[in-house]
């Protein structure tokens, strides 16, 4: 079996820390390098709920999206929620290793993943890292449909595709309006209004849109909004990344056994539609799950099928 070391410098080739932004937190946080790692969970929080799920797996290595400490701390103390997760991690000999900024420019990176959940057609980065002269790498990526689609349709697709949160999809603009082309970039995208305009699409995809700046895009452009939960445009990437290590592995002989965690950690439970006056005239799909009350996915989420698969507990069969 590798050792820590092993992996993470595997993993460095697909997300090296140098491309991360410079206020970004990324690399191993815990773990001995000299340790054996026979398996591997992803997700995109280290959240305590996750952490107890690598445990219950026996993983060896847990590899998040999102930093544990992305701003210093004077304390790990287990009275604190991210000391808890520190002390578990250490008790349990589980690794974590983070890919954050790193992860959202590579090539593939989080939006790419996000583009094939949605089934588009990548033309190119939405935002291009000016040191790659292939042009691939970037922030957000620029799609193409195979067929056009109203963003009705568009926002049916994306609660369909993508894992079910309270939330759901918001839409801003005509909902009967075509769209051909789209942007998308997981996680936090109303920094980039002015690179989509720029790149001329009609409709962008996203999470965490403000009130303002979504307000002043649709207002700008016929540019139709389509604003899915932050975790949600973000946990495709774990399915991307995991398959990029299982074939690592399989070209090392390594024999790793990787999962996906299942967990919603979307910190939103619940969605109780308005109800007063003024009200909107529109009503459009909501997430797969059905109920927005229950956020869980119904059916299982996809899995890599080169993988072990594992219950909804996170426990291997």
Known sequence: MPRLSEVIAALETLWPAERA?????????????????TRVLF????????????????????????????????????????????HTLIKNDIALHVAHTNADTADPGVSDALAGALDL????????????PEGRRGLGRVCELDHPLTVRELAARAAERLPATA????????????????????GSG??????????????????????????????????????????????????????????????????LRVHVSKAVTDPWTAHAASTAHPSPTTTLPTSAAGAPSDPSPTTPLPTSASRAPSDTTGAPN
């Open 190 to 255: 109303d920094s980039l209004f002015d690179q989509v305009r720029a790149a001329g699409v009609d409709a962008f995809l996203t999470a965490d849109l403000r009130h303002h700046p979504a307000s002043e895009a649709v207002a700008h452009s016929p540019l139709a909004l389509l604003d899915a939960a932050h975790w949600a445009t973000e946990w495709p990437w774990c399915e991307l990344a995991a398959s990029q290590l299982d074939e690592i592995s399989d070209r090392h002989g390594w024999d």
């Open 121 to 132: 057609r990548v033309v190119g980065p939405l935002v291009p890292d000016p040191t790659d």
């Open 21 to 37: 932004e410079s206020w970004d937190a990324v690399g191993t946080v815990v773990g001995d390098p000299g340790q054996e790692v």
């Open 167 to 186: 939330q759901g999809i918001r839409v801003a603009g005509d909902p009967e309006a075509v769209v051909r082309t789209i942007a998308v970039s997981g």
């Open 43 to 86: 997700a995109v929080d280290p959240v305590q709920e996750i952490v107890d799920e690598a445990v219950r797996l026996g993983a060896d290595l847990l590899v998040t999206h999102h930093p544990l400490y992305l701003r210093g701390t004077t304390t790990v103390a287990a009275t604190h929620f991210k000391g808890r997760v520190v």
